[in-house]
């Protein structure tokens, strides 16, 4: 090979190992509203469980819901709305951490169209569907990829796998594997068959019933800005779920888990 040839070769992989460095690292979170009509949830008052509106309901508006919890905290900034990407989504979110290079992107799936919240979430695991997202933030506009581009895939809320049964699972499509986190009820065994076949790693979810509030979630994800390990971010998941529960540690730890 000449050697002019060899040079531009290698300034071209040294320039692609650069631009993948400089890449910032995404989060997309996929939230189906409660909704007591259409998911066979334990009740919740009407305002907390109508899926229709994500203002009030329990898993996005609410006091513990994603928006509201991700916005009152100190580590995340919430930027200037986005256009919902679909009509099932009500409302899309996106927050750059204060300190970290680490972008989260958060849709509210109206509570009736969970089956669809599942089958996205899925497919993004499995790496299908990566979608450019641009915002602006200060001086500063960036472009990242959510859905099957994103690092870590997300759901949290009603376990929709206990509801239904899907057809077909997405399969992995490479080239890279996500992590994936599901804070739903039981969702070790309901989700365990359609995450293998994602590929997706599973970094923390549940083996009973569990309120799906959004401190856990935070909680996993702080350790995961930090680049820590799943049995680290675990434990941070159980102490924040045994501080907001009133449970024991050690229930804590049997209900939240990382790994198969």
Request: aromatic share 10%.
């Amino acid at each position: 090979m000449p050697k002019l040839t060899k040079l531009l070769l290698l300034c071209l992989i040294t320039s692609a190992a650069l631009l993948a460095q400089d890449a910032p690292r995404t989060i997309h979170v996929f939230v189906p509203l409660a909704d007591n009509q259409h998911q066979g949830i334990v009740p919740v008052p009407a305002r907390l469980g109508n899926g229709d509106d994500a203002l009030h309901n329990l898993f996005w508006g609410a006091g513990y819901g994603v928006k509201t919890f991700f916005t009152r905290s100190s580590d995340w900034e919430l930027l200037p709305p986005q256009p919902n990407p679909k009509p099932e989504i009500l409302e899309r979110c996106v927050f750059k951490h204060r300190t970290q290079d680490v972008f989260l992107v958060a849709d509210a799936y109206q509570g009736s169209k969970i089956s669809q919240a599942v089958i996205d979430f899925l497919q993004a695991a499995a790496g299908a569907h990566p979608e450019l997202v641009t915002v602006k933030f200060g001086s500063r506009q960036v472009s990242f990829h959510a859905g099957g581009g994103a690092d870590l895939v997300a759901y949290t809320g009603h376990d929709g796998l206990m509801d239904f049964d899907l057809s077909s699972y997405p399969q992995w499509i490479g080239p890279n594997r996500r992590e994936a986190i599901i804070l739903a009820c039981i969702s070790k065994s309901y989700f365990a068959a359609p995450l293998r076949a994602s590929g997706a790693q599973p970094l923390l979810w549940s083996t009973g019933l569990m309120a799906a509030e959004t401190y856990t979630l935070k909680s996993a994800i702080d350790g995961w800005v930090l680049r820590e390990d799943g049995q680290q971010i675990r434990e941070r998941a159980a102490t924040a779920y045994h501080q907001y529960q009133k449970c024991s540690l050690s229930a804590a730890r049997r209900l939240l888990v990382s790994g198969w």
